[in-house]
């Protein structure tokens, strides 16, 4: 069965920007969760969402948003881009579910450039 | 807290080389999931193992091994004969709950030559 699709691959933005990312988990998974990696900081906790709703949060600031629709496609946003927002972001997804093994499955993300 | 310390930050070998990657964590949990990815050049990164902590049953797959000690909060990965195709970044990440918040720790650079 088909992966975690993200799009787009990469971007280019400039500061003050917004950003949209968007994310089609493996069929049948409703849970979607999203990550910052950055060379200085790793690999970040962003937010999760199940059933469309936001079901956990990392320490992020109000910039970085995101949605689940009812298909359990997701987006993110990161609106006044900063320098610092580059990044590769990945979207994982998973069933979520403890008795069925809820590995995460990834993307290969989307690699933002701010300048 | 939590926290998953990786504290190789790269490690070079020779093809057919055993190795080891090593990872410590920290939890206040006593339900909690441990996770091995592997991340290659392309990005995505790539499910290896899942360990729950009442489990703690040492793993073996194939050329890849996995020992789990909760005595030293440990979860070392070990490649047998490694391959050049083992080349990538390893992750060990740690969750609390069935859910998509992981941690991660800082992860280990396997570079593999031939």
């Known amino acids: 069965k088909a992966g975690v699709t993200q799009t787009p691959r990469y971007l280019i933005k400039t500061r003050g920007q917004q950003v949209t990312l968007s994310c089609s988990p493996i069929?049948?998974?409703?849970?979607v969760s999203w990550y910052q990696q950055t060379p200085g900081q790793g690999l970040q906790f962003l937010f999760e969402?199940?059933?469309?709703?936001?079901?956990n949060k990392g320490n992020f600031p109000g910039r970085f948003s995101g949605r689940q629709f009812s298909n359990s496609r997701s987006e993110m946003n990161v609106s006044t881009l900063e320098l610092g927002d580059s990044a590769l972001y990945l979207c994982?997804?998973?069933?979520?579910?403890?008795?069925?093994?809820?590995?995460?499955?990834f993307g290969e993300g989307s690699r933002l450039t701010v300048l | 807290a939590q926290k998953v310390t990786q504290a190789q930050t790269e490690i070079s070998v020779v093809e057919k080389e055993d190795v080891t990657l090593d990872c410590v964590y920290e939890?206040?949990?006593?339900?909690?999931?441990l996770f091995w990815y592997k991340q290659p050049p392309s990005g995505e990164l790539v499910f290896l193992i899942r360990?729950?902590?009442?489990?703690?049953q040492n793993e073996i797959s194939g050329r890849y091994s996995w020992n789990f000690q909760k005595s030293t909060s440990s979860f070392n990965f070990t490649i047998t004969a490694s391959q050049v195709v083992d080349s990538a970044v390893y992750f060990c990440?740690?969750?609390?709950?069935?859910?998509?918040?992981?941690?991660f720790g800082q992860g280990t650079e396997l570079s593999v030559k031939p």
């Open positions: 994982a997804s998973s069933l979520a579910q403890r008795e069925e093994g809820w590995e995460l499955f």
């Open positions: 939890t206040r949990d006593t339900t909690y999931y």
């Open positions: 360990r729950n902590s009442f489990d703690e």
């Open positions: 990440a740690l969750s609390e709950a069935v859910g998509g918040k992981l941690i």
């Open positions: 069929s049948g998974h409703r849970s």
């Open positions: 969402y199940f059933s469309e709703t936001q079901r």
